[in-house]
């Protein structure tokens, strides 16, 4: 199995993050819908072998130690990076091992590529092999979007679990 490495960010400066629209398993997914929550966005894929996995069962784990009232507050969200293999309902199989709060999205590569760059993360699909597979190398950040749709926090890879509580329950 190849491993996807973390990418650098797409652009230095400050991101500011952003709403879009991408496609979900039950249709267009609008971040200006979820208003009023707080979104934790990933920007990953389904093939990924080691840090989408990773990074998932961290969100799973911090959204999962906060009382109730507080998880219905919460939405989080990963988008793919990879759009020629990950269909919205593949993305619904796959973030249902993680959270059954988590939506998967996906769109055409320019949709991609805007959010990703709103957001200051990178991505890069490596060399098709042989036999037809290829790896996205990519960001490993998770981003904290607050109530009123703005870029609050950008938590690294690696962060251990309760730090990431912390930061997600100051923005609640």
């Known amino acids: ?17 952003g709403d879009f629209v ?6 267009a ?6 208003r009023g ?13 080691d840090i989408c996995p990773a990074s998932l069962a961290v969100m799973n784990q911090v959204i999962n ?16 990076v990879d759009p020629a293999r990950d269909t919205p309902d593949k993305l619904a199989s796959y973030t249902a091992y993680f959270h059954p709060e988590l939506i998967g999205v996906t769109g055409t590569p320019e949709q991609i590529a805007a959010a990703a760059n709103a957001f200051g993360a990178g991505y890069v699909k490596q060399e098709t092999r042989a ?8 960001s490993a950040n998770t ?3 607050d109530k009123n749709g703005k870029l609050v926090a950008t938590v690294p890879i690696g962060m ?6 912390a930061i997600v329950r100051q923005h609640l």
């Open 65 to 80: 130690t906060l009382p109730p009232e507080s998880r219905a507050k919460i939405q989080p969200i990963l988008i793919s």
């Open 22 to 27: 991408l496609q979900g398993p039950k249709g």
């Open 131 to 138: 036999d037809g597979s290829y790896a996205v190398d990519h």
């Open 143 to 145: 981003y904290v979007v």
């Open 160 to 165: 251990p679990a309760d730090e990431v509580a």
């Open 37 to 49: 929550k707080l979104l934790l966005i990933y920007f990953g894929y389904v093939n990924c072998p």
């Open 29 to 34: 997914v609008d971040t200006k819908a979820f």
């Open 1 to 17: 199995l190849a491993s996807c490495s973390p990418a650098p960010d797409a652009r230095p400066g400050k991101p500011t993050g």
